[in-house]
């Protein structure tokens, strides 16, 4: 989801940004001004206050991803509110099914244990008859913690629930089967939901504009899941090793900087890679300032684009060392992985 730069940082979670996508803030505004023309400020402020503890409570939903994947030494980029719930980017590694199922449980657990203690309290449907009592915010708070929980463990993409079923199809069949099985499913649990909408349409039940959004939304999704599977298989077809401009020229960190600007500057090469105790984790880079050095990462000459890709999405480096044998041999220019990308299918 490319948002960032239609998105508000809220604040910062154990370094992680908390976003607010635009469209959520004008839907926000939109509602209260709508209720406080029709019904008065205490209205607006009324309505205000259920948006602000619905997506108050989906943020603890994210948050609940945010600390498995932390425990589990997953990293996460940022979360991000907008107004179908929430998304927190993880930088999950291939073949970490049973992380991905730890991570995408954590959400509606939060949820669901919420509602759970309610329950508990004796707090639960039988007082939402009666919204205007001392139970008609704890009564709330169990509905649209209940609803949260229930309707994220639906097997559908993107939702927790598609993943936690993919991870698990991915460890008993493999990860392009077992994605291939959690799409399908997705796909029939979205037309099962724009099915419910008709049936609302035919009871004129104005929700079912809702119903019938929430369906399309599901359903492009999973559309798109499965290019994107198809684009991973595809690349994971294409070997790194024809592309890498080559690298003739590296050293060890005990050679002085005035040598390797000398060096890089007459060698031709984008970079000159550093080892160091018998690693190759940074390189020295011209720039117009003079010479800069930067942590590398590194691929394997012998795997395929998609490895390559799987690199470079979860960072902003401008490319990839490519090793073979313990030694670098090319330079792997993100450009030239995004030009792959766009000729894949």
Known sequence: MKSRSFALQLLTLAGTPVRVHWSLV?????????????????????????????????????????????????????????????????????????????????GPAVNLLIAMGLSAMGIGGGSLRSPGDRWGFWSTLWLFNLLLGV???LPVFPLDGGRIMR???????????????????????????????VW?????????????????????????????????EHLQRIPVAPYPQPILIAINDRVALPAARRLLAHS???????????????GLFLDPGGIRRRTLRIVDGESSIAAAWSCLARSEEPGLLVIRSGRPIGWLAREQVEALLQDSP
Do not use: C, K, Y
């Open 26 to 106: 004008a839907l926000l505004g939109i509602a209260t001004v709508g209720a406080g023309v029709l019904g008065g400020w205490r209205e607006a402020l009324r309505q205000g206050f259920w948006w602000g503890l619905l997506f108050g409570l989906v943020l603890l939903h994210e948050i609940g991803h945010l600390v498995v994947a932390r425990l589990l030494r997953v990293p996460v980029s940022s979360i991000l509110l907008w107004p179908l719930g929430g998304f927190t980017a993880v930088q999950l590694p291939a073949g970490r099914f049973g992380a991905e199922f730890a991570i995408a449980l954590a």
């Open 151 to 153: 309707f994220n463990l």
């Open 167 to 197: 991870s698990l199809l991915a460890m008993g069949f493999g990860e392009g089967r077992g994605t291939r099985l959690a799409l399908r499913v997705g796909q029939a649990g979205a037309m099962g939901i724009g099915g419910l909408a």
């Open 200 to 232: 609302q349409f035919m009871h004129r039940d104005p929700g079912g504009l809702v119903t019938m959004t929430v369906a399309m939304w599901l359903f492009g999704q999973t559309l798109q899941e499965a290019r994107l599977l198809r684009r991973h």
């Open 268 to 282: 031709g090469q984008p970079l000159l890679p550093v080892e160091s105790a018998g690693q190759w984790t940074e």
